[in-house]
């Protein structure tokens, strides 16, 4: 194991540079996408490498569960560790899986409310609900059937080319099940804090994504940009228990003034000659030391421990 177990939780460090200039050199679908598989990958990495800290943290602590032989002197010699370090990785990893737990129970209560919110209405795919508060949000369904869901108060306040422009953005966020996105790179935040500038990113690049999609539906770049505008003029603040997937609006002035400029082209991955391209390469780089890592820590503990709990 030695140096190479603590790689995956710094690794993600590399991927901040591709978090900034895929906003703005890459096509929203790509980057999205790109995003996502980084942070989620990088978390997975660096849980397992926090798993890995705790169980070699945990063989040395009194009355462990584990097999007498895993605190054998032969495996500590075997496995150079720091000892603080593994045991802060007990309390490390219990505070991951409580904080990712937590959310995902926070962003299915907050689904199953709007859910029964919509309990009385036919099962269409666009639900308007009697309500002078101001709102529309993408609602993820099941086997990909989703709804959109708006306010009285929300269509009042646009006009008819801009409630066009509104239900294309929203039905966007269905097609392309956005919503998986905004968790994965929710989960990988709380997983690592290093990765909150990709969460952030993709909160972005998935409205910009639905922006350009419902702007080649609707025909017109600056209608959509308008809409937009008003949209976020009436909508209320969200409040503190809402999540991405289900309501935000992201910068809404660079959304703007993205949709005010010439369609981005292209959904292919970045040249390696260009500033995004190389971005995007040492995120690649990054995350496959890391996959490599953690799996060379894992496999370098399981033939450890496992000779050390073999019988003589």
Same mark, same amino acid.
């Given at each position: 194991?030695?140096?190479?177990?603590?790689? =995956? *939780?710094?690794?993600?460090?590399?991927?901040?540079? $591709?978090?900034? *200039?895929?906003?703005?050199?890459?096509?929203?679908?790509?980057?999205?996408?790109? +995003?996502? #598989? $980084?942070?989620?990958?990088?978390?997975?990495?660096?849980?397992?490498?926090?798993?890995?800290?705790? &169980?070699?943290?945990?063989?040395?602590?009194?009355?462990? %569960?584990? %097999?007498?032989?895993? @605190?054998? =002197?032969? #495996?500590?010699?075997? +496995?150079?560790?720091?000892?603080? /370090?593994?045991?802060? /990785? &007990?309390?490390? +990893? &219990?505070?991951?899986? #409580? @904080?990712?737990?937590?959310?995902?129970?926070?962003? @299915?209560?907050?689904?199953?409310?709007?859910?029964?919110?919509?309990?009385?209405?036919?099962?269409?795919? $666009?639900? #308007?609900? %009697?309500?002078?508060?101001?709102?529309?949000?993408?609602?993820?369904?099941r086997r990909g059937r989703g709804r959109v869901v708006v306010s009285t108060g929300m269509l009042v306040g646009l006009g008819p080319a801009e409630r066009r422009a509104l239900f294309a953005h929203e039905r966007a966020h269905v097609r392309g099940r956005h919503h998986r996105?905004?968790?994965? $790179?929710?989960?990988?935040?709380?997983?690592? %804090?290093?990765?909150?500038?990709?969460?952030?990113?993709?909160?972005?690049?998935?409205?910009?994504? /639905?922006d350009e999609e419902a702007a080649a539906e609707v025909g017109s770049r600056r209608v959509v940009a308008r809409a937009i505008g008003r949209a976020a003029l009436l909508r209320p603040r969200p409040t503190a228990g809402a999540l991405p997937a289900l309501v935000g609006t992201g910068p809404v002035p660079r959304r703007v003034e993205a949709l005010l400029s010439p369609a981005p082209v292209g959904r292919a991955w970045p040249s390696v000659f260009t500033t995004a391209g190389l971005a995007a390469w040492g995120a690649a780089f990054g995350v496959t030391a890391s996959a490599l890592s953690s799996a060379n820590s894992a496999v370098t503990l399981f033939r450890v421990l496992r000779a050390a709990a073999a019988p003589m």
């Open positions: 194991m030695g140096v190479f177990v603590f790689l =995956p *939780l710094v690794l993600p460090l590399t991927a901040w540079p $591709v978090a900034r *200039l895929a906003e703005q050199r890459l096509h929203p679908h790509t980057a999205t996408r790109l +995003l996502a #598989v $980084v942070a989620g990958l990088s978390a997975v990495c660096s849980t397992l490498c926090l798993g890995l800290l705790m &169980i070699v943290g945990t063989a040395q602590l009194p009355g462990n %569960p584990l %097999p007498d032989g895993w @605190s054998d =002197p032969g #495996v500590r010699a075997a +496995l150079p560790y720091d000892e603080f /370090a593994g045991r802060a /990785a &007990i309390p490390a +990893l &219990i505070a991951v899986l #409580v @904080s990712c737990g937590r959310a995902v129970w926070r962003r @299915s209560r907050v689904r199953r409310g709007a859910e029964a919110a919509l309990a009385g209405l036919r099962a269409r795919s $666009v639900a #308007v609900l %009697p309500d002078p508060v101001p709102y529309a949000y993408a609602l993820p369904g996105h905004l968790l994965t $790179v929710h989960l990988a935040a709380r997983a690592n %804090p290093f990765l909150r500038p990709l969460r952030t990113a993709v909160n972005y690049t998935t409205e910009r994504w /639905a």
